[in-house]
């Protein structure tokens, strides 16, 4: 059974860099087959799709995201990771790592609230 687990910061100020980690349990993330991809919804507002990275290591990303974003991985720990930098008030939301193979996987989300 795939599992993921977010985890990192709650409370980063304006323009400092977000940095989230998902830890991954009952598949490799090299896996063939699957794409690690982030996810978040704003306060009141839909579902938005970031980016993600492939089991080859390859990573890809929204074009309408504003803050400069970074999407990773370490396979030695099976995580993936997003790296949103200057961040701005409006990155405030819920952030969700995904796994997607037919299928898809969430994790249960973690709140992150950019302000000063």
């Known amino acids: 059974q795939v599992q993921l687990q977010e985890s990192g910061p709650g409370l980063v100020k304006p323009s400092q860099t977000l940095s989230l980690t998902c830890t991954v349990s009952g598949v490799s993330i090299p896996t063939s087959g699957y794409t690690w991809n982030w996810i978040r919804q704003p306060p009141g507002k839909g579902l938005e799709w970031m980016g993600g990275?492939?089991?080859?290591?390859?990573?890809y990303y929204s074009p309408s995201l504003k803050s400069p974003t970074s999407i990773s991985r370490d396979t030695s720990k099976n995580q993936f990771s997003l790296q949103l930098n200057s961040v701005i008030p409006e990155d405030t939301a819920v952030y969700y790592c995904t796994a997607g193979s037919g299928r898809l996987y969430w994790g249960q989300g973690t709140q992150v609230t950019v302000s000063s």
């Open positions: 990275i492939r089991g080859d290591g390859s990573s």
